[in-house]
């Protein structure tokens, strides 16, 4: 059974600083890997779908990783700012015959950016 | 704003009331989902509909029934709820089941009395 975690949970960084938010998943039998923001109350905004034959995409200051192999990922923001807050969600699409290509979730981590 | 619309936005509904939730996509989707976001747990898929067939249904109570008329609409009809289904209720669509990037409504936010 596919799982996702995030790690960390909640982070909390001033402005300005370069940030890592991981993603781990325990089947590598995946189509395809997606990013979102979700911020409080909100729905989800997708940032990044990565491809499980690609390695990374990029979005202006969003770069996220993909190593189908070891089961992660990785979300980098550089230069973060106190509009990225938001709680951040990692979701994979499973491949093989017998899924519809439904997204497992992780839990999320929260971001905080202080000014 | 995404092209996935979903009404209400707040729902506060008695344990015996029946009310519907209503999603409406205006991208030329065929595939839509209804997810379920509870506190502290991540979300969870209920019901995946691919062109107009439902082709998952995510061990969901009988007390969720799913509907789609055509592919840019998609209702979530809720009879005799409890407490715990009090929760954020997500719409999503794409292009095509497998591969393709999902786009998210803004949710509804219900509360069971």
């Known amino acids: 059974k596919q799982e996702v975690t995030q790690i960390p949970a909640a982070l909390s960084v001033p402005e300005g600083e370069n940030l890592v938010l991981n993603c781990s998943f325990t089947?590598?039998?995946?189509?395809?890997l997606q990013w979102f923001r979700q911020d409080p109350g909100k729905g989800l905004t997708s940032l990044l779908l990565?491809?499980?034959?690609?390695r990374e995409q990029t979005s202006g200051r969003l770069n996220a990783s993909l190593d189908k192999s070891s089961g992660r990922s990785t979300l980098y923001i550089a230069a973060s700012q106190p509009g990225d807050s938001a709680t951040y969600l990692c979701?994979?699409?499973?491949?093989?015959?017998?899924?519809?290509?439904?997204?497992?979730f992780g839990q999320g981590t929260t971001l905080q950016v202080k000014p | 704003e995404t092209g996935v619309t979903q009404t209400p936005r707040h729902l506060v509904m008695g344990m015996t009331n029946k009310k519907s939730l209503k999603c409406e996509q205006h991208l030329g989707h065929n595939a839509m989902y209804w997810y379920k976001q509870s506190a502290k747990k991540p979300l969870e898929l209920m019901f995946v509909?691919?062109?107009?067939?439902?082709?998952e249904n995510n061990s969901v109570p009988s007390r969720f029934s799913p509907e789609c008329p055509n592919s840019s609409h998609l209702f979530l009809h809720l009879h005799t709820l409890q407490p715990e289904d009090s929760a954020l209720y997500l719409c999503?669509?794409?292009?095509?089941?497998?591969?393709?990037?999902?786009?998210f409504g803004p949710g509804t936010r219900l509360t069971v009395t």
């Open positions: 509909y691919s062109l107009e067939e439902r082709v």
């Open positions: 089947d590598s039998a995946i189509y395809n």
């Open positions: 979701a994979v699409k499973e491949s093989g015959s017998s899924n519809t290509g439904k997204l497992i």
């Open positions: 990565i491809q499980s034959s690609q």
């Open positions: 999503a669509s794409s292009p095509g089941q497998f591969s393709y990037e999902q786009y």
